[in-house]
Structures are given as C-alpha cells and as structure tokens.
C-alpha cells in the first residue's frame, strides 16, 4: 500500500431506493467562521460566536489564534466565546502555526501576522504545502513585512512582521476573495488608509465583518471593477456574531434532492449573500425547483430557508464573470450538468487549477471515470450530460480534496451504478457529519 493511501478511508454512495426528505442543517459558514474568530481576537472585549463550523480548517484558526494570545474558548456545539487582544497586541507564537487544509486560514492570517512586530511560521498538510503563497506575499510585503518559503511560493512560509505597517494600495491581477482579505487585514494595522481594487467583485465577507466589529469600509463600484478603502488602525469592538448555514456546504443535499428522483427537501438557515450564490442561479437556469423562503437577515448577511425538488436539467453555458460567486461549487455543479440534458460549458475555471487539488482536471477525471464524456478547452470544462442516470461504477480518487469527495459521493446517489472515493477523511475539513447528514436525508452512503 502506498504510503499516500495509509489511513485511507474508503466510502460508496448508490442510488437510494426512494427520493430524499425531510429538514437538515447544514454547517456553519465556513468563510464566516474563520473572520469571526479572526476579528475576535483582534477586538477589544469578549465576542460571542454561535453556529460556528466545527470541521478541521475553522478549528485549526481556533488553534492559531491561541497561540498568538487570544483566549479562544467553546462552550457549546457552534458556540464559542473569543477574549480579543487588539489591534497590534497579538503575541509571538511559540511553535509553527499549522493550518492543515486551509488556504483560506492560512492566506488571512498572513495578514494579519505582516503587519505585527513578530516572526512566525505558517505550515500545513501535504495538500496545502502545494499550493501558491505568493499570491499573498507579493502584496503584503508593500506594506513592509518579509518573507521566506520554498522554491514557487509555497509553505512553509516565514513571515517577519512589521511594527511600523504601511497602508497597501493594490490592485488584483485576478479576482480573489483571499488575497482581498488578506490585503484588508494587514491594513488594520496600519497609518493611513488601505485600498484594494478588484476586477469582479468577490465575496465580501471580510468587508461585512471588518463593519460588523467596527472599521471603517467603503466601497465603491466603477467602470474598472470594485474599489475597498479600509481606515487604518480603528478600535475594533466586540461583537456578538450568528453564523449562517454554509451556501458551498448547501450545494450538495440541494443538488442531490434534485437529481434523485421523488426528492424534497428543506434547508434552513442558508446564507444567500449574492457574491456567493452564483450556483443558484446557474442551477435556476438549467431548470431546477428551488425555492427561497423565510427571507431574513442575520449578523449582516442575508439569509434564507431553501426549499429543493427533484427537477429535470437543461445543459447551460456559464459565463466566466460568474466564477468568483461560485468558485467552490463547480465541482458539484458538474455533476448536475453531467446529469442534464444537453451541453454544459463551464467557462474561465483558471482558478480551479490551484486549489486544494487541480479542481478542474479532478472534476474532468471525476466524470470521466464514471462513463460521463467531458474535455477540458484552454480553462473550460465541456459536459455532455446524459439526460439520464449517468453510469457510474468508478473510483473515484479525490486528491485530498474535500469537495471532489463530496461531489463524487452526490455522482453516486444519481448514477446507474455505484460511485466509491478513495478517501473521505478530508471531507470533515469543512463539512462534519456530511454522510451522517446525507443519509438521515435518505442518501446511501457507506464507509468501505
């Protein structure tokens, strides 16, 4: 056995006997989740965080912000309690800050570690050891702070902080939630005012947060893209945060009730800010029964309970400028359009390449090897779905990646025949309890 494969936990998903039903709560906000614990440790007082994701990427946050000073406690399922140390007032760590999977945590902490007169180490799995740093180091080091990583970017990753912080001014090369962020959370420490622009407008997360606990944020929307001014050096102050449920998590209970025939189902709670629901509305276009009801808002987010049916789908073709509202979910939104009549064209999927797997050649070899016919164009992903219960019986190998697991697993639950993944450990990064949820839904899902 490989060394790659010790541990492995193997899992099969089959065709249930009858449609999916019933109420499930999917996770925590995983985006939410990291900024709330993030921004608690940096306010002044004690913030209150309830419904936060509880998977492996938002724990390994809890863990760093420990160690850089700030009193991170759980007191309850979702429930936990953040005792800030300021702006500026975070400790030199100890040890390595080990981030596992997460590139979201790993990229915002950089952040904020630039622009604070301290020397700290940022590692993580063999996965996320992969993947580009430099995205981030190029923009922060602008504002004074210096690096040191291996041969192309990639952690480990050595960061000298400043204790005398210059406000950035930045423009994107592509659009990027996490180097935003990232950009934004450096400036918090800094003289002046830090601007970033961005070609297409991400999600704004960060920027509803940084308000949420106090700074001040402008916006402003122009021919050239989107344009964030951050005040430097503000007094962030405690402030209670609700999470919703995770949009991405959403995606794979919503996208299964509507390829399983006989299916409904009714997701509470869903976070709908409209820079993440680019797959709601590509899944509206190819025809699907989704219904948004009990419209509210929560913490600063919208939030809504979404109500899915089994529905028959058309092939789409989707525009590249819809990539930074649903960068996460093109993996499962193929496997919608393998199930779809007609030819879907998912175009612009440059990003996927550098997640935590090649996410566009995995979501390809996905397919492909469950008898669904698909080509990769420049950085497109063409589908030729079979208007019908695609094939299945393959293996499925996910790469570490959480999201090609997940969206494997949904492949199986539509397909003629069986679909198994290599590995399911990775999927508790971001969705514990994901089988657990799926089956209490009606799904087949078993550990090999």
Known sequence: MAAAEVGAAKMLARRPARGLSGVALVPGDKSISHRALMLGALAIGESRITGLLEGEDVLRTAAAMRALG????????????????????????????????????????????????????????????????????????????RFAAREGGRMPLAIEGTGQALPIRYRLPVASAQVKSAILLAGLNARGVTMVEEPVATRDHSENMLRHFGAGVAVDDGREGRVIELAGQPELRAADVVV???????????????????????????????????????????????????????????????????????????????????????????????????????????????????????????LAGNGVRVEIEDDDLIIHGTGAPPPGGGMVATGMDHRIAMSALVLGLASAAPVAIDDARFIETSFPGFAALMNGLGAAMASQ
């Open 70 to 145: 700030a009193m991170v406690t759980r007191e309850g399922e979702g429930a936990w309690r953040v005792a800030g140390r300021g702006i500026g007032g975070l400790c030199e760590p100890a040890d390595v800050l080990d981030m596992g999977n997460s590139g979201t945590a790993a990229r915002l902490l950089a952040g904020i570690l630039a622009s604070h007169p301290i020397f700290s180490v940022l590692t993580g799995d063999a996965s996320l050891r992969q993947r580009p740093m430099r995205r981030v180091m190029t923009p922060l080091a602008l504002g004074g702070a």
């Open 244 to 366: 919703p449920g995770d949009p991405s998590s959403a995606a794979f209970p919503l996208v299964a009730a509507l390829l399983v025939p006989g299916s409904a189902i009714r997701l509470p709670g869903v976070g709908l800010n409209p820079l993440r629901t680019g797959l709601f509305t590509t899944l509206d276009e190819m025809g699907a029964a989704i219904v948004i009801e009990e419209r509210r808002i929560s913490g600063g987010e919208p939030v809504g309970d979404l109500v899915v049916n089994h529905a028959a789908l058309r092939a789409v073709d989707v525009p590249p400028e819809r990539a930074p509202s649903m960068i996460d979910e093109y993996p499962i939104l193929a496997v919608a359009a393998a199930c779809a009549r007609g030819t879907t064209r998912l175009r612009g999927l440059a990003e996927l390449r550098v997640k935590e797997s090649d996410r566009l050649a995995a979501t390809a070899a996905l």
